[in-house]
């Protein structure tokens, strides 16, 4: 059973930089970063996967946001720098709770936090 909790967002001027944290209790081999914005769909920001690799990025965020997990922790980051005003969402944090044993990808979320702020003005 995986629990997801967001932390790290906060207001911040257009070109500043925030890090999410994403503390995970239990365990996902398949994890990602969503947001949303007011009036929008949800959006995949970035996929990690048991390795730690980061990948599918969304095309707004590449070069400007790195996903990463630290094992140890058992926690998810997201660096964000270069911020913009279209960066302003609720930002989530998501896992798969099977194991996933081909590409984890996006379609495998099923689990969700509650999600953390972030406002670029």
């Known amino acids: 059973h995986v629990q997801l909790v967001e932390s790290g967002g906060g207001s911040v001027q257009t070109g500043g930089s925030l890090r999410l944290s994403c503390a995970v209790s239990?365990?996902?081999?398949?994890m990602a970063w969503f947001r949303q914005a007011p009036g929008k769909e949800r959006e995949g920001v970035v996929v990690?996967?048991?390795?730690?690799?980061?990948?599918d990025y969304a095309e707004s965020v590449k070069g400007r946001f790195t996903g990463s997990k630290d094992h140890a922790a058992n926690t998810l980051y997201l660096q964000m720098y270069s911020l913009k005003l279209d960066d302003t969402a609720m930002y989530f944090c998501a896992a798969a709770a099977r194991v996933v044993v081909h590409s984890c990808g996006y379609k495998h979320m099923d689990t969700w936090g509650k999600g953390t702020q972030v406002t670029v003005s």
């Open positions: 990690i996967d048991s390795t730690g690799s980061a990948y």
């Open positions: 239990g365990y996902s081999n398949c």
